[in-house]
């Protein structure tokens, strides 16, 4: 179908209604002067001010105008039409006009907010609205386009916040996929000791959710899988998912063991951060979901019988199977939450702090498994070089945060807690041991958090030193630490045993490539961008993306449950609708003016436009072209013309703007 | 005694000035003390670096000027290369000493080496040290 | 080939050991140092303030020279140079108004012709066209150290050495791009390439006490020591320099930090460049070892002075 063409058959009668915006307008533009100037500007039937168009008296001030003036176009010069567009839209509707025949005037934050002169800004200002009007005499009524909605959600990560994000959707009656890119499901949190500020157990407070969720019987769990690509749009899914590989079929695996005695090969194992070791076929931890054994291929002598073989003949199940490839798995999905998770930085990034050179300067997340009952040590604190129990332990916060000469500017946010619990419970471990923990700040503004930082002070007599280290050396046996006591205004050296670098959280680095593919929005650290900081923080730009977790940025345990379960609720709420609403300002083909070129195909990010072969024109699958333009622009016989944004509508605005 | 903290231009005058010369925003440090924690002459000094900075933001400009620390520098930048916001804290103190009293005596001049030593000391020893702590 | 070489004020009058012996090692590289007309102190100190841009006359008027002469590389191994020949040519060519102002500056100086004694003014503005590097960079960068390796003669069959770069060659980072401020190897590498073991230790970047050995001895000895201490415990039988006065500071000091920290029991300090002339064969005279305070003999006599390959 193609719109006509501009209909100048008929001379419309136009309304302006120009916003002061309290003073935010008014203060720098002459919002009266505007409204009279375009009083006898060609099409203008009338022209007003007001002091909050946005206001319900406002609104009601508009609707009743349509009416009384038997209006067919409104020009309502305000703020970006990103804030009230669709305010105004519905004040239309209500009218009896169609909505797309409200055109937006942004005199707020592209003129009075960056300038200060105002007779030049009330020049502006009439630019601009002159220029709508102009746009606006040649706008057509459009009806939106109408969308079935799938509503089956896929969650990507299976660390707490995709767990979460996961039962929450599934609780409220919807199928959920669960894509985990390792063998077992529990992310990050799974690996903790102690969680702050209560000291529960990670693992005890986890595995019941990991059991429930791998129960549900509308949640689809697929552990070792990795999204490849994402097509389609809100509602309309298409997802391509690599099934990688585990050579262990997990249905037969009944856990023996045997497998792992005898395999040859020896792993640094990823979940103890490195500190002990796996065979390369291993179970990730005791309490893993799905409880069945891996094969990691990368480290396996060859999956070979004749190179090695041992596990397969050991396997009385037959559950090994050196043939297994690569499969994809093609699902349809209609919301999509990205629950990616973080990384911590990598220590060697510091070089002053020697966390590459010496084995026992360690970063949190190893502090954490040196602490866990599970982790290397059975939860005694021991050092990883020689395993003696550290008699002091300096630990080192904002190590990478908060600098914004060479490392991330941002506090990381959890670290000063986590560094809290880490002293205390060293302290509690090796009663004879000194706990130092050299701060900046003590940012301890959650819910019993400060209570718990003072605990660690008062109880457990942890020295919290005010001030940066500025390097750690090796002595003989001993860690010499350098810093500054900025309290006292001393320079100071502590010797320890060991070393522990709150280090910075940083985007995860695994998964890049995937939120590459998946176009959605980040910030400039590379977490996740929110839609909006305040009013839609699960949103993501993106339609049909939501975020949980510290894919999102730095966050506790508590916050990301939360923050996984309103993303949940935001699923929900689009799930509720009966059909979506897609803008119908969408950019069509006329057919008689395409050559077929494909110039706009090349330029369409999203894929809405194909070649007809048989007609040799382009066509365009209205419910994915997103407005954006760039084959309008691109296209070189005009046949792309997007609907109430014509080439002809721009020119008039430039020809509005530019005649003084 | 307590200090009394200034306001107005006199103050902004004498923060400006340091801005001025060294080219740092000093108010862009937030007293982490990395700078002192690494400086090999820190336990020289009477006023840490940290404090030299804090004390040109509270305006303190007096306090500033007498402190011994200005003739404790060896300009090593290890202090630049661990702030984490960037800030060279040797320009600082180069800064602080270029607006103390001309007429006023040398901290460390030509008379105060001797003939012999002169003979012995690499020439850049003395061409480095007079820059530095000569009018 | 010819190469600009800026030797600076100390290698001309105390430190000869280290020019000599940079000059016998660059020959044996088939590489001619050539100084620029002229030259004149770089003033030592970089200028820290905005306004004292009087201060970056002098090396500005050295390395136009160096481009009046043809030459587009400067190399210095005195650190303090290097620190000052790089930090003003890097604000030569960022800060538009510096370069204006230091230009208008030296745009009259008086040039003699030397054949026809003919004296004219009005030099075309600098603007930072010459490359400074430290002769290591140029070794590591332009020469290489695998072909230094071949042409090496002598070895030093895994001496354990440790590198001492000190404050300038390495901060500020940004404009002496040398290596990394906390974890440098250029220096390390060089001496493996030589044929010495460098020994890691973690006081290579700290001060020697630079210019407060006159001002403030004491604390300059105690900062010397904690250099010549680190590097002892950690094996090493020398300790190699770049820089005049760190080798002033640790090698002259010595006698001094013995007498005051008696768990010290001395240590060689040698110039990397005259590890370098020995592993390429220059004759130990033309080391300039009689400069040392510590004697540094042992180091080129505990290995065998025949020559492992012709």
Request: charged content about 25%; proline content about 5%; glycine content about 8%.
């Amino acid at each position: 179908m193609t719109a006509p063409l501009s209909a100048k058959n008929k001379e419309k009668r136009i309304g302006l209604f120009v916003c002061h915006c309290g003073v935010n307008i008014s203060s720098v533009v002459d919002v009266e002067k505007v409204a009279q100037v375009l009083k006898d500007y060609p099409g203008v039937t009338i022209s007003t001010d007001y002091v909050y168009m946005c206001s319900d008296p406002g609104q009601q001030m508009i609707i009743d105008t349509i009416k009384e003036k038997h209006l067919d176009g409104i020009i309502i010069a305000a703020c970006s039409p990103t804030l009230h567009e669709k305010t105004f839209q519905e004040a239309a509707r209500l009218a009896g006009l169609n909505p797309y025949q409200i055109e937006i005037a942004n005199i707020r934050e592209g003129d009075s907010w960056v300038h200060t002169d105002k007779e030049k800004a009330t020049k502006k200002a009439i630019k601009i609205v002159k220029s709508h009007v102009a746009k606006a005499r040649q706008n057509e009524n459009l009806d939106p386009i109408k969308v079935d909605v799938n509503r089956r959600a896929l969650v990507i990560g299976g660390g707490v916040s995709g767990l979460q994000a996961a039962m929450d959707i599934a609780d409220h009656g919807y199928e959920v996929l669960l894509v985990e890119k390792n063998p077992s499901i529990g992310g990050k949190m799974i690996q903790l000791s102690e969680t702050f500020p209560t000291l529960d157990c990670s693992q005890c407070i986890l595995t019941p959710k990991m059991v429930e969720v791998s129960r549900h019987p509308r949640i689809k769990l697929l552990t070792y899988h990795e999204v490849e690509s994402v097509s389609g749009f809100v509602g309309n899914f298409k997802v391509r998912i690599k099934k990688k590989p585990r050579y262990v079929d997990e249905k037969l695996c009944n856990l023996c063991g045997e497998c792992e005695k005898v395999c040859p090969q020896v792993v640094p194992d990823e979940f103890n951060q490195g500190l002990s070791f796996r065979k390369a076929i291993y179970m990730p931890f005791p309490q893993a979901i799905p409880g069945t054994f891996t094969l990691d291929a990368e480290h396996c002598l060859g999956l070979n019988p004749v190179r090695c073989g041992k596990c397969k003949d050991v396997c009385d199940k037959k559950a090994i199977d050196y043939d297994m490839k690569e499969t994809i798995v093609e699902e349809e999905v209609g919301a999509i939450v990205v629950a990616t998770g973080f990384d911590l930085y990598t220590m060697q990034a510091l070089g002053e702090y020697g966390g590459e050179k010496y084995l026992d300067v360690v970063n949190g997340l190893e502090f954490e498994r040196i602490l866990s009952a599970s982790g290397p040590t059975g939860g005694e604190v021991r050092r990883p070089s020689d395993g003696k129990v550290p008699k002091s332990i300096v630990f080192v916060q904002c190590s990478g945060s908060r600098d914004t000469e060479k490392h991330m500017p941002y506090c990381s946010k959890i670290c000063c807690m986590y560094t809290a619990k880490h002293a205390m419970m060293y302290r509690h471990k090796v009663p004879d041991g000194q706990a130092t923990v050299f701060y900046i700040d003590v940012r301890a503004g959650g819910k019993s958090f400060d209570e718990f930082y003072m605990r660690t002070v008062e109880e457990d007599k942890v020295l919290y030193i005010r001030g940066k280290v500025s390097k750690i050396f090796k002595e003989g046996d001993k860690l010499i630490v350098w810093g500054v006591d900025t309290l006292t205004g001393k320079k100071v050296e502590v010797e320890a045993d060991m070393v522990v670098l709150a280090m910075a959280m940083v985007k995860a680095d695994g998964v890049q490539d995937l939120l590459k593919k998946l176009k959605i929005a980040t910030d400039i650290h590379g977490f996740l961008a929110e839609a909006h900081p305040k009013l839609r923080p699960v949103e993501s730009l993106n339609a049909g993306f939501f975020l949980a977790g510290c894919a999102h940025g730095p966050k506790d345990i508590p916050e990301t449950v939360a923050q996984a379960s309103a993303a949940a609720a935001k699923v929900g709420d689009l799930f509720a609708q009966k059909e979506l609403i897609h803008e119908p300002t969408v950019v069509p083909v006329n057919d008689e003016l395409c050559s077929g070129c494909g110039i706009c195909i090349t330029m369409c990010p999203y894929s809405a436009r194909t070649l007809d072969p048989d007609r040799g024109v382009v066509v365009v699958n209205e419910i994915l072209c997103e407005g954006c333009g760039a084959c309008a622009a691109a296209c070189p016989s005009g046949a792309a013309q997007q609907r109430n944004q014509t080439d002809n509508q721009i020119f008039s605005m430039l020809r509005a703007m530019l005649r003084e | 005694m307590r200090v009394k903290l200034k306001a107005g231009r006199d103050k902004r005058k004498f923060i400006e000035r340091i801005e001025e010369l060294s080219g740092e925003n000093v108010f862009a440090c937030y007293q982490c003390g990395r700078c002192s924690a690494g400086c090999p002459m820190a336990s020289e000094m009477d006023l840490l670096p940290n404090q030299i900075i804090r004390l040109v933001q509270m305006g303190l400009e007096e306090e500033v000027l007498r402190s011994k620390t200005l003739f404790l520098c060896a300009s090593c930048f290890t202090c630049e290369s661990r702030c984490p916001k960037g800030i060279d804290m040797a320009r600082v103190m180069e800064a602080v000493r270029h607006i103390l009293d001309p007429k006023g005596k040398d901290a460390f001049g030509p008379g105060e080496i001797s003939p012999e030593l002169a003979k012995e000391l690499p020439q850049q020893v003395m061409v480095s040290i007079f820059r530095k702590f000569a009018k | 080939m010819k190469l600009h070489y800026y030797p600076g004020c100390t290698l001309k009058q105390k430190t000869t050991a280290l020019d000599i012996s940079t000059r016998e090692a660059m020959r044996r590289l088939d590489i001619e140092l050539v100084e620029p007309e002229g030259w004149t102190c770089c003033g030592a100190e970089y200028p820290l303030t905005e306004e004292k841009i009087v201060g970056l006359a002098a090396p500005i008027r050295t390395l136009r020279q160096v481009r009046e002469e043809g030459g587009d590389v400067v190399v210095t191994t005195c650190s303090f140079c290097y620190s000052v020949l790089k930090r003003a040519n890097k604000a030569i060519q960022d800060d538009p108004l510096k370069r204006k102002r230091v230009n208008a500056y030296l745009r009259d100086d008086i040039q003699i012709d030397p054949l026809t004694k003919e004296r004219t003014t009005g030099f075309a503005d600098y603007n930072g066209e010459v490359k400074v590097l430290h002769l290591l960079e140029y070794l590591r960068d332009t020469v290489g150290y695998p072909r230094i390796r071949e042409r090496i003669t002598r070895d030093f069959r895994g001496l354990p050495v440790a590198a001492y770069y000190g404050c300038r060659l390495l901060r500020p980072q940004k404009e002496m791009a040398f290596d990394e401020p906390d974890s440098p190897h250029i220096f390390e590498d060089f001496l493996e390439a030589v044929g010495c073991a460098a020994v890691d230790y973690p006081f290579k970047q700290e001060c020697c006490g630079s210019y407060l050995s006159v001002s403030l001895p004491d604390a300059a000895t105690e900062a010397s020591y904690r250099v010549l201490r680190s590097a002892k415990m950690s094996g090493a039988k020398a300790i190699t320099v770049t820089c005049p006065l760190c080798f002033y500071n640790l090698d002259h000091r010595q006698e001094v930090i013995k007498a005051a920290y008696l768990d010290f029991s001395g240590l060689p300090v040698l110039f990397f460049s005259q590890i370098l002339a020995w592993a390429l064969g220059v004759d130990k005279k033309l080391l300039g070892l009689g400069e040392h305070t510590v004697p540094a003999d042992s180091v080129f006599s505990e290995t065998p002075a025949t020559e492992v390959r012709s």
